[in-house]
């Protein structure tokens, strides 16, 4: 949280006061009133809690975590209109927080939101506690839905605005669809994060992956193409 400069020990889900703690908070939706830091904290703990207790997202009640955090049901109702939401905080609070872009360059922009979701699927093999709440969620169509909503779709909408925005600097071919590049620059490091999660996921794979892919997509110079030669085909068949 905000003002809590403690070191940060990364054990995965031995300490899952870290990984709420550790995290700047991320703004999310106005809710009523000024909010209370400690409050918030010890709520987002409350979740952590449980789920280090084994229990599974669909058992978690408002209820049960109001008693556990120490609040009453109407404290956690100021804040968050369902659980759904607050799920998605307690899930943020935990991951890398969004990235700040340089805005020096294309380039360097997608350099930085590729590093994030680096550095998300790193914390989400070392805790326990993640990988199974990211395995949860997409059984729940509701708090899948939410974490689309609030989380997903906005990193989308950044990444394709970083794209058009470079179509309009000139540094990327304006024929190229921006939504499907989208999906091929974030691609490979999704497929190394979730779908093998025994890749490495080393220092400089954010780079190299969009240098490799950024070669073939740079604006050209139709004066400095050649035309390509046709085989040459015999008028005469033997």
Known sequence: MAGDNRPRTQKGSSDVSSLA??????????????????????????????????VPLAELSIERIARTAGVGKATIYRRWSGKEELFVDVIRSAEPPDPELPGTSMRDDLVVLLETLRQRGLVSRSSVILHNVHAQMKSSPKIWEAYHNLVIAPRRRLGMEVLLRGQTNGELREDIDVELLNDIFVGPMLLRSVMRPDADLPDGLSEQIVDTILQGLRPFDPEDLRPVSSPIVSSTAS
Do not use: C, T, W, Y
């Not at 703690?21 to 449980?50: C, D, F, T």
């Open 21 to 54: 703690e550790g995290q700047p908070r991320q703004a999310g939706p106005a809710r009523g009133r000024p909010r209370s830091e400690a409050v918030e904290r010890a709520i987002v703990e409350g979740v952590m809690k449980l789920l280090e207790e084994g």
